[in-house]
């Protein structure tokens, strides 16, 4: 009766589609200066600070400012780069046999090229979250994106195959900001949205998989340089937003710089009057420190935060890998019996299978952000892995059945995608965020070495049988399950 009842309380109130709040007064305009002036611990009217200021914490403020057509903003803007990533991978994963033929490679040379991209973002997600501690959320985009752009369309006119991998590992380093999408969406959203808006930013994910399947099917005309450049269109348009979004009021407070966290939110909502406001600032940490999160009370959660990434974004690719063979072929129980009847089935037409496989995504995507309003991020994240496994246990009793099996499959790879983006999500609360950033880039490195592995697994696993496989993704999806239950309860609150 209370999750219907919060239910109910979120779809009559949100003010996206009420703009009644806005509209009631409109006391200050949007380019005013928040008249506030410091009082130090020095000064004589200590004892009158009470009277003088309103103490408050961001997330009190943010709550009363509720939904604005601002978050909305946010939320299309900051889409984009996940729909960068989403292309990156899928789209090298697509244009690999041209590539082979184009240059005449061996296999192996392009099993090494698919690497690129996230050796690049293994390598970087540590230093991304430092730039992005140290220097501001949005800066870090900035740069991040400008990466992506030059690289990008320079592994679109690479004139040799080592050329090409060094343009992909840097468009790889460029893309690892994509978990800054998270914790950006966490720190500018009220208290109890911010965990709902921050798992539908996946949704943009499966948007850019649909689209590489799109352009997917005409790659014979357009060829394999365009499809690599196309990559940099999302991101310039990112890269243009970003210019006009505000850092978060949680980073300035913590780099010190109060006055500019009351602007930004002053500007959310005019009508609102902080100029008595003081913010609180709980923590006291040393920004950007990685050595934090090893320190006592974070080395416990930073590991069990690398294991979930781990796990969960190794069953996540070897996934991927999975649905798209059984997709192909219609012997179910090994690979070397699938390969036969791959033949007869055209590109064209798995690729539109592959597009018709993500939209039960976009569907589940929506089911577990309500979920997130509703009940808390670990409840939520528990119950995805734990249906995951459920899922892969089924998996085992239809493997006779190809069409059962593929549909076993879609979902599974369809709740291992959600559990990827909770990775992030869950993260960003766990984190002060002196050390968000850094903290989340750590587990997302260790994700990122899950992506490698997932198609290793595949290969040597699931080359012998399915069985194995399944069995596999199981005992890792337990791991997963384990350290996530180890890890501490997080309302929407950041700390």
């Not at 009158?48 to 009363?64: E, M």
């Not at 909305?72 to 960068?84: A, P, Q, W």
């Amino acid at each position: 009766m209370e999750s219907w009842t919060k239910l109910k309380q979120f779809i009559q109130s949100t003010p996206l589609f009420n703009r009644a709040r806005s509209d009631e007064t409109k006391a200050k305009p949007t380019q005013e200066h928040v008249k506030y002036k410091h009082i130090s611990d020095d000064d004589d009217a200590t004892d009158l600070r009470a009277d003088l200021f309103k103490s408050r914490s961001i997330d009190d403020i943010l709550d009363d400012i509720g939904l604005r057509l601002f978050h909305l903003k946010v939320i299309l803007i900051l889409g984009l780069l996940n729909i960068t990533d989403s292309l990156e991978v899928s789209m090298l994963s697509i244009i690999l046999p041209s590539i082979k033929s184009h240059w005449n490679i061996s296999s192996f040379l392009a099993g090494v090229l698919t690497i690129s991209i996230s050796a690049g973002m293994i390598v970087s997600s540590w230093f991304w979250g430092w730039v992005c501690d140290k220097y501001g959320r949005k800066r870090g985009f900035i740069g991040s994106a400008t990466f992506i752009v030059v690289f990008g369309f320079a592994s679109a006119f690479s004139p040799n195959y080592y050329w090409l991998w060094i343009s992909l590992f840097l468009v790889g380093f460029g893309i690892a900001t994509i978990f800054e999408v998270y914790v950006m969406t966490m720190e500018l959203f009220p208290p109890k949205y911010r965990t709902m808006f921050s798992v539908l930013n996946a949704v943009f994910w499966t948007l850019g998989f649909l689209l590489s399947a799109v352009v997917s099917t005409e790659l014979s005309v357009i060829g394999y340089r365009w499809a690599l450049a196309i990559v940099c269109f999302p991101t310039a348009l990112f890269l243009i937003g970003i210019v006009f979004l505000p850092d978060t009021p949680h980073y300035h407070l913590a780099a010190g710089d109060e006055q500019k966290a009351l602007n930004i939110l002053q500007n959310c909502a005019p009508e609102m009057d902080l100029s008595n406001t003081k913010l609180n600032r709980e923590h006291e940490s040393k920004r950007a420190d990685i050595t934090q999160l090893f320190r006592s009370g974070y080395w416990k959660i930073t590991i069990c935060a690398c294991i979930m990434a781990f796990t969960c974004t190794m069953a996540y690719y070897d996934l991927i890998y999975t649905a798209s063979d059984v997709a192909s072929g219609s012997a179910p129980t090994t690979i070397n019996e699938l390969k036969n009847d791959t033949l007869d089935s055209s590109s064209r037409d798995l690729y539109r299978i592959m597009a018709w496989m993500n939209l039960p995504e976009l569907v589940l995507i929506i089911l577990v952000a309500v979920g997130c309003y509703i009940f808390t991020a670990k409840s939520v994240f528990l119950t995805t892995v734990l249906l995951l496994i459920i899922l892969q246990i089924i998996a085992l009793s239809v493997l006779n059945q190809r069409t059962a099996l593929l549909i076993v499959t879609m979902l599974s790879r369809s709740l291992a995608n959600i559990s990827t983006t909770f990775v992030a999500v869950y993260a960003a609360l766990l984190y002060p965020t002196e050390n968000r950033s850094i903290g989340v880039g750590a587990c997302v490195s260790m994700a990122r070495s899950g992506m490698l592995l997932g198609p290793f697994i595949f290969v040597t696993l699931f080359a012998e049988a399915y069985f194995y496989g399944i069995v596999f993704n199981i005992g890792i999806l337990l791991l997963g399950f384990v350290a996530i239950l180890l890890l501490p309860s997080r309302s929407g609150a950041l700390v």
